[in-house]
């Protein structure tokens, strides 16, 4: 299992907390220091969608220009997480071939158990 984030936000502290407690173990990526590959956005993109994959709750989306964020689309939004990785909603978890993207205890039991 590889987890994709950025280790001091909130939500991956808690999700890996949660791991840890579960006694999972599992591969930490971390889009500060090592960025993302955009052919892995890409399969996670066509797997989830690029609009489960932005986060435009965070600082990092309010920050865009506003013509960005207006005229945001699937291009324009790929672009923007490449340039941009913390804009990607987090975590997002590779579990097999399968992409699970957030965090929330209840589901993360019944996929991960």
């Known amino acids: 299992m590889e987890i994709y984030g950025i280790k001091n936000c909130d939500t991956i502290k808690k999700a890996l907390k949660w791991l840890d407690g579960a006694g999972k173990t599992y591969t930490f990526h971390d889009f ?3 960025g ?7 399969a996670w993109e066509k ?14 989306w309010r920050k865009l220009p506003d013509d960005v964020r207006d005229n945001i689309g699937r291009d324009s939004a790929m672009a923007v997480m ?6 990607i ?13 957030g965090f929330n205890a209840d589901e993360w039991a019944r996929i991960i158990g």
């Open 82 to 87: 490449m340039d941009n990785p913390s804009i």
């Open 47 to 60: 797997q989830v969608g690029w609009e489960t994959l932005l986060n435009r709750r965070g600082t990092t």
């Open 89 to 101: 909603k987090r975590p997002v978890v590779e579990l097999g071939d399968q992409v699970h993207v």
């Open 32 to 34: 500060k220091k090592e």
């Open 36 to 42: 993302v590959d955009g052919n892995r956005l890409a």
